[in-house]
């Protein structure tokens, strides 16, 4: 088997992970916030094919940031809805960066021969990072959008609430954009802090693997 097709695998295998940490994590806090939905559909688990969103994992896969399929969430049974809902979105990007920074350490303290095992760090790195940067824009349905809106005054967080039914297509505009006119809205906006954070976790060993791939 090809060195670059064991590569693909391993992109592949860490985009499994990164979606399903991220989206295991949002059901596991709102499962502490009280409500029970992922649960009882079946989403808190591990097993990375019921949380992958097909279009989410292609952006993911070739521009370092996307999405997952949103667990399911009743706000309902939060005992502070704007302060849990904030909680919940906030542990999908956080379970992701929390990752890359433990693949920094060890990147920092063990610099790999290996070099699947090197490419195995970089992606659990720069993928982490941008899926969480990534979810982190306050554009509806991201998780950004959700602590946007809770933390906003109630009218102008109304305001924003009815952004949410055409703010999906804005996304999907500027994906197509950046793909057809090579605009990189969204890689001027995340290329540098998904870098900078690779860098700050990984150290200077993040410079020397970067330099060699």
Not at 75 to 92: C, E, P, Q, S
Not at 93 to 116: H, M
Not at 178 to 187: A, H, M, P
Request: glycine share 8%; aromatic share 12%; net charge positive.
């Amino acid at each position: 088997m090809s060195v670059y097709v064991l590569a693909w695998i391993i992109r592949i295998a860490v985009l499994l992970f990164a979606v399903t940490i991220h989206e295991y994590a949002h059901g596991r806090v709102a499962l502490a916030m009280g409500d029970p939905t992922a649960k009882n559909a079946g989403r808190l688990t591990l097993n990375p094919i019921t949380h992958i969103d097909p279009i989410g994992a292609i952006c993911l896969i070739f521009f370092n940031f996307g999405w997952a399929k949103p667990v399911p969430v009743n706000m309902r049974y939060f005992k502070d809805i704007r302060r849990d809902t904030v909680l919940m979105a906030l542990a999908g990007p956080v379970s992701n960066l929390t990752a890359a920074f433990i693949a920094g350490l060890i990147l920092q303290f063990d610099l790999p021969q290996s070099p699947l095992y090197q490419l195995l760090l970089i992606y659990m790195l720069i993928m982490n990072i941008g899926l969480g940067l990534f979810n982190l824009l306050p554009i509806p349905p991201l998780d950004g959008s959700h602590v946007l809106e809770n933390i906003l005054p109630p009218s102008a967080a109304w305001k924003f609430h009815q952004m949410r039914s055409y703010a999906p297509f804005i996304l999907i505009g500027i994906l197509i954009l950046d793909y057809y006119l090579q605009l990189n809205i969204l890689g001027r906006i995340l290329n540098y802090p998904i870098m900078k954070l690779a860098r700050l976790f990984g150290g200077d060993n993040f410079d020397i693997l970067m330099g060699h791939l």
